[in-house]
T-cell receptor, first 110, second 113 residues
Framework: SQQGEEDPQALSIQEGENATMNCSYKTSINNLQWYRQNSGRGLVHLILIRSNEREKHSGRLRVTLDTSKKSSSLLITASRAADTASYFC??????????FGKGTMLLVSP | KAGVTQTPRYLIKTRGQQVTLSCSPISGHRSVSWYQQTPGQGLQFLFE???????NKGNFPGRFSGRQFSNSRSEMNVSTLELGDSALYLCASSPDGHNQPQHFGDGTRLSIL
């Protein structure tokens, strides 16, 4: 079953613009993770935010977590064509199983 | 450090056959998880192994099984293949699986004819 639901399903922007993706989930979590997947490849881990954290940064990535609203957002600043990929949020209850959303397809045009 | 390696990358089978997929985790990682990815259902958790024991299991029929060896390498087996088993099967590893990032392989693309 899908716990995370990403929004929007697809996003098209120009290079240099910021991209924001949102994720909502249903049950309590230990942490929430974001992954990127290029076409036909495996998932690449981007960032993990624990349930007691509200915001986390990694390079051009900023993730927020609001456990009261059961939601998270991923912001990619100054997007590049190489950021074109599908992005997934995944919730982790701490039992080493991830529950993924259906993902946001991001297209960054030069 | 070498990443997670999955073999084979592509596989074509027919209905009723069985298949075995292999996953070599990152050296030192003892937790190995398997996921199925399809356009319709997205990414779904199959099972997780730690120290040769299945620790968690997803909601899949008994035709899907797996095992882990003493060197942490893992295999998953699907018997009596159905058309709906066509998918990308992804393996992920982590040191012990708890509250950690998962490192994924590039998957095995299984097509059922």
């Amino acid at each position: 079953s899908q716990q995370g639901e990403e929004d929007p399903q697809a996003l098209s922007i120009q290079e240099g613009e910021n991209a924001t993706m949102n994720c909502s989930y249903k049950t309590s979590i230990n942490n929430l993770q974001w992954y990127r997947q290029n076409s036909g490849r495996g998932l690449v881990h981007l960032i993990l935010i624990r349930s007691n954290e509200r915001e986390k940064h990694s390079g051009r990535l900023r993730v927020t977590l609001d456990t009261s609203k059961k939601s998270s957002s991923l912001l990619i600043t100054a997007s590049r064509a190489a950021d074109t990929a599908s992005y997934f949020c995944a919730t982790d209850k701490g039992y080493s199983t991830l529950t993924f959303g259906k993902g946001t397809m991001l297209l960054v045009s030069p | 450090k070498a990443g997670v390696t999955q073999t084979p990358r592509y596989l074509i089978k027919t209905r009723g056959q069985q298949v075995t997929l292999s996953c070599s985790p990152i050296s030192g990682h003892r937790s190995v998880s398997w996921y199925q990815q399809t356009p319709g259902q997205g990414l779904q958790f199959l099972f997780e192994y730690f120290s040769e024991t299945q620790r968690n299991k997803g909601n899949f029929p008994g035709r899907f099984s797996g095992r882990q060896f003493s060197n942490s390498r893992s295999e998953m087996n699907v018997s009596t293949l159905e058309l709906g088993d066509s998918a990308l099967y992804l393996c992920a590893s982590s040191p012990d699986g708890h509250n950690q990032p998962q490192h994924f392989g590039d998957g095995t693309r299984l097509s059922i004819l």
